[in-house]
């Protein structure tokens, strides 16, 4: 039996390798398509640029871009193309020389049989051994048929085969995108999109569609196009991350606060705090932070809607230092630009910060911008979903706020998500003696029990205080309560 994993080209691309299951079947022939822009010269260029540090021999055969723009390609990503053999297939030195009309190769002139012929010249004077072939689009145009176009594309594989060497086969798409010949006759597919939102950056992905006898990472995979080549996040299965820890109670320095949460909140589980603006659910958050970075724990916390100076000096308004906790490496705080950032690089890294930083108190701050980045509501519930599994088997305590529409009253959430925390709190503003207060309750606990009462707090340069059960008053999630006695006379009245 063989070793696949020893056998496998790697790409060298950061996640592709994951979500192939290892690489590149060795002596295969391979089709990454999609249409321009999304990125398959760079992964080509990527692939054999990896070969070539292994000692390889590499060719890149191009029937559409010349060798200056190849190379230009590789100076844009501060890349040296040194020890990679460069085939081109349009001699530009040829291209106005009227005696040579009829010798260009140039590929709307040049028979299809020549341009055949001279892939296998170039093969067979280099003898590599990874191939990449741009693009077949040109092929395509000069077969004229299916039936040619298949015949061609198979004596390609087939020749290829019989060397050993490894071949990714590009197509850009603008010929006929329904054509699906080099599905049936590749060993794999990679298909490469890239998606317009109404506002912000691109989006692009990644998709395997097809490989033969290997178990690959399916569905979507977000990628980026950075200076340095193409980044690939594999998509999060949270089943596949699971570590050992201890599942105690994670406390604050608020004995109120504890209380109200049944003695504190359990490690690995999630915590969503639930409000309309202003209610200090950032502030419940950061007191949390806190207390983890007091026990000698790491945290991390992604804001959505604040600007992270503005973040720091309000909080140092009541007592936190988040600078210094910084400076000391004991918290990672990250702007995130849900206009700017795939759903799939977000995932990335929380991992990172919760794998390599030891992270073990997450905040996502606030959901709303979280669900900026989703193309609907369904994906972000699904995202999150696996986000938050993650983190919980990792033993991270994750705090997830979310705004709510409106101030008193009937309160608007924008996506309920609230039967996926194990914790969830609610802020309240409520009307007592002509003063607007806040008021805080635990209306779910998965984990344990907790205080039932509903209790005012207030936010201080001391930060959060919390008084006594509001026992004497009705109504208050309505945010307009009446005392009781008050409302034993309006039911008397309206008896």
């Known amino acids: 039996m063989k070793a696949t994993q020893l056998e496998d080209a790697q790409t060298g691309i950061t996640g592709l390798d994951d979500v192939l299951g290892g690489g590149f079947e060795r002596g295969r022939s391979y089709l990454i398509e999609g249409s321009p822009g999304t990125g398959k010269t760079t992964i080509a260029l990527q692939f054999l640029m990896t070969g070539v540090a292994a ?16 190379r230009a390609t590789a100076t844009a990503h501060d890349w040296d193309l040194d020890g990679l053999e460069l085939y081109e297939l349009v001699p530009p030195e040829n ?19 020549e341009t055949t012929k001279r892939i296998f010249e170039a093969f067979e004077r280099f003898k590599p051994n990874r191939v990449v072939l741009d693009s077949l689009s040109e092929i395509r145009l000069l077969a004229q048929s299916s039936l040619r176009y298949r015949r061609q594309v198979l004596a390609l594989k087939h020749y290829f085969a019989k060397s050993g060497a490894t071949v990714l086969m590009l197509d850009d798409l603008t010929t006929d995108t329904n054509d699906k010949t080099v599905h049936s006759v590749a060993h794999g ?23 033969r006898g290997r178990r690959f990472r399916g569905g979507y995979h977000d990628t980026t196009i ?8 594999p998509r999060l299965v949270s089943s596949e991350h699971k570590a050992d820890f201890s599942r105690d109670l994670m406390t604050t320095d608020l004995p109120e606060f504890d209380q109200l949460l049944g003695g504190g909140v359990e490690r690995g589980s999630s915590v969503l705090v639930l409000g309309p603006a202003g209610t200090g659910k950032t502030s419940i958050a950061l007191t949390f932070v806190k207390t983890a970075v007091e026990r000698g724990e790491s945290a991390a916390m992604f804001v959505f809607d604040e600007e992270i100076g503005l973040l720091i000096q309000r909080a140092m308004g009541f007592g936190i230092d988040l600078q210094a906790m910084i400076d000391s490496g004991s918290l990672v705080l990250e702007q995130v630009d849900a206009a700017e950032l795939s759903p799939g690089e977000f995932s990335a890294r929380v991992r990172h910060c919760v794998e390599e930083n030891g992270a073990r108190t997450v905040v996502v701050d606030s959901l709303n911008g979280y669900q900026a980045a989703m193309p609907g509501e369904q994906a972000l519930v699904l995202h999150l979903h696996e986000v938050l599994q993650y983190l919980n088997r990792q033993g991270a305590t994750t705090f997830l706020t979310v705004a709510q529409h409106g101030l008193v009253g009937d309160m608007k959430t924008p996506v309920d998500v609230t039967y996926l925390a194990d914790t969830v709190i609610l802020l309240r503003y409520f009307e007592g003696l002509g003063h607007v207060r806040r008021a805080i309750s635990i209306v779910k606990k998965r984990t344990g029990p907790h205080e039932k009462t509903i209790r005012e707090y207030e936010i201080g340069n001391e930060g959060i205080t919390l008084g006594e059960p509001l026992t004497n008053f009705l109504g208050v999630l309505r945010g307009v309560p009446v005392l009781h006695g008050e409302a034993d006379l309006l039911n008397g009245e309206d008896a």
């Open 55 to 70: 000692g390889e021999r590499c060719l890149y055969v191009t029937l559409s871009e010349t060798e200056d723009e190849l």
């Open 95 to 113: 291209l106005l020389d009227e005696d040579q009309t009829q010798s260009l190769l140039y590929s709307s002139d040049l028979e299809l049989g």
């Open 189 to 211: 597919v990679v298909r490469l999109e890239e998606l317009a939102p109404v506002y912000g950056a691109e989006r692009r992905r990644l998709r395997v569609i097809k490989y």
């Open 226 to 233: 950075e200076t340095g080549g193409v980044r690939v996040y």
